[in-house]
């Protein structure tokens, strides 16, 4: 399928991909790099009966959070589902109302990498041992027992980059980076919020991040 990207005025626009049922990665790592645009417009859409990867499970009473408020998730893959300001995703969990994959924060973001390099899943010595190997493949390799982990797809991954050109490569800010760049390259459909839209050879080539063949949708917010 020939890649596409559009450039869409509002981010209500940008996020009409997410259909109900659907697997969304969002990313950030806390507030760094968390695309709160698109969230809210996600919120907005009415989707629901998502599974979101995500590092968290969202903070206090804004992005992620409202949508697992407002009962849109159905689950959640993670690796810090629990914090001081998490009350919304322990309110549901205690509940029965939502699903949890603990992920260690490495293997979430190898499983992640791994979707976006078409590698079929990879042995990890991390988790053997635990809850968290229980049903997995184990072997005995390089002196160590490890676990076999396997990749994390998703139909539409949310991001925040900091400039996009006119073929859609991406520069982040800094730390706010995180897990955008392999959540990009592992979702079928990519849409990025950016604070600014440069004119193709506006970036330096040695800077780009993300190179546009993985981005689908960019909105320019703020």
Known sequence: MAHTLEFKDT????????QDGSTVMIGGFGNAGQPFELIDALLASGAKELTVVNNNAGQADEG???LIKEGR???????FPRQSDSWHFDAKYRAGEIELELVPQGNLAERIRAAGAGIGGFFTPTGYGTMLAEGKETR?????????????HADV??????????KGNLVYRKT???FGPIMAAAAKHTVVQVSE????GGLDPENVITPGIYV???????
């Open 11 to 18: 981010a209500a626009e940008a996020v009409a991909a997410v």
């Open 140 to 152: 005995f390799l390089d002196g160590k027992w490890q676990v076999f982990e396997t990749p994390i």
């Open 157 to 166: 991954a949310l991001i925040k980059a900091l400039k996009a050109d006119g």
């Open 197 to 200: 839209v440069v004119p193709v």
């Open 176 to 178: 706010a980076r995180n």
């Open 64 to 66: 992620l959070a409202l």
């Open 73 to 79: 998730v159905k689950k959640m893959i993670c690796s």
């Open 216 to 222: 689908n949708t960019i909105v320019k917010v703020g």
